[in-house]
């Protein structure tokens, strides 16, 4: 992608093991500081399962249930990751065909979920053992397999027709602003005099929050806004949403990442002396 559109960086949001297909994020020049924001959002997959022996669908059903929600799961021999057991939450598993020892399902899950380890540990659990076939990933947070998943293909094609045409109409198709990185966190609108700060990575201050979505919780992942919708920053919250309401004071959200370069707006702060 860095050949096809001539830039200096670009960054994926999470690795696709061998033969596995579907979507894979990239982040292109400076929108790469937003990586970090899609490799915590959460999964969806579709997964064809090869059991070992027969069984019932009530019996599928029952050990789906059970593995919906918090699951301890330990990485494959084989991972990029230290071999640990850890939680993950499994958010929803849905049987959609099953045809003898094949069983099609859709899952979505937590970042970091290895889906053929669950296929191993839910064969256990069913007693007949199972392995996965194939796998595709079909959501990454706010990208989706039917809305925007493209091919090599369409992005030379979008870049060669904005380059030698001056049309950019496909290109913008193709390629989506960094504020669709953070479509799926948490929004927090800030005042236009407390921009300039949060660009220079200081954390945010209550007097400087505008309008904030409900929901939030301490420790999430939140992302910062201007009024006029362009992504400042993203960070951890500090306060919960009835606390953020009712703060006059404090910090809300500690700067992780600034997306904006500083002097985009007016300095609206003065340093200690």
Known sequence: MKKILELEKAGHSGTLDPNVTGLLPVLLGDATKAVDALLTAGKEYVCLMKLHTEIPENMIKRVFGEFTGQIYQKPSIISAVKRETRIRNIYYLELLELDGKNILFKVGCEAGTYIRKLCHDMGMALGTGA????????????????????????????????????????????????????????????????????????????????????????????????????????????????EILRAATGIVAATDRVLLPPGTYLKGWKAKE
Not at 188 to 199: E, F, G, S, T
Request: proline fraction near 4%; include cysteine.
């Open 131 to 242: 392995h996965m076939q194939e796998l595709r990933r079909t959501k990454s947070g706010p990208f989706r397999e039917d809305e925007t998943l493209i091919t090599l293909h369409d992005l030379k094609d979008a870049y060669v027709e904005w380059k030698e045409n001056g049309n950019e109409e496909l290109l913008r198709k193709v390629v989506y602003p960094v504020e669709f990185a953070l479509s799926h966190l948490p929004k927090i609108v800030i005042r236009d005099n407390a921009v300039d700060a949060v660009c220079h990575g200081a954390s945010l201050a209550a007097p400087g929050v505008l309008s904030f979505e409900s929901g939030i919780d301490k420790g999430d992942t939140v992302a910062i806004f201007t009024l006029k919708g362009e992504a400042v920053a993203f960070g951890q919250a500090q306060m919960k949403s009835p």
